[in-house]
């Protein structure tokens, strides 16, 4: 069992730079490290959407398109967290951040991912 929290979203200028966090906590036998972690994003009227991935051991990440090279992800599993640095944002990043983990999951869908955050907005002003 994995509870997670979301944190660092907030209201910036287009061009800025904001760092989201998501800090797990696991039950007794759970361990962080078997998980595959994710970041995804919602607007409202629209399907929540896949933004980036990392896999368990932080070697290999994903990114949708359209944040590739201005978002990346890592993550901290001493610490059984995981961040996205965003970079460079624009108005059309303006979501609800969501994070999620789960063991064996798809790195660009959101198949496998049993655990989710309750997401931190992120509104980017033009």
């Known amino acids: 069992q994995v509870q997670l929290v979301e944190s660092g979203g907030g209201l910036v200028q287009a061009g800025a730079s904001l760092r989201l966090s998501c800090l797990a906590s696991?039950?007794?036998?759970?361990?962080?490290?078997?998980?595959?972690m994710g970041w995804f994003r919602q607007t409202p009227g629209k399907d929540r959407e896949f933004v980036a991935s990392?896999?368990?051991?932080?070697?290999?990440?994903f990114y949708r398109g359209s944040v590739e090279g201005r978002f990346t992800i890592s993550r901290d599993n001493a610490k059984n967290t995981v961040y996205l640095q965003m970079d460079s944002l624009k108005p059309e990043d303006t979501a609800v951040y969501y994070c999620?983990?789960?063991?064996?999951?798809?790195?660009?869908?959101?198949?496998?991912?049993?655990?989710w955050g309750q997401g931190t907005q992120v509104t980017v002003s033009s």
């Open positions: 990392v896999s368990e051991n932080g070697e290999n990440t």
């Open positions: 696991l039950a007794s036998g759970a361990t962080f490290s078997n998980h595959r």
């Open positions: 999620a983990a789960g063991v064996y999951a798809h790195f660009r869908t959101s198949r496998g991912y049993n655990y």
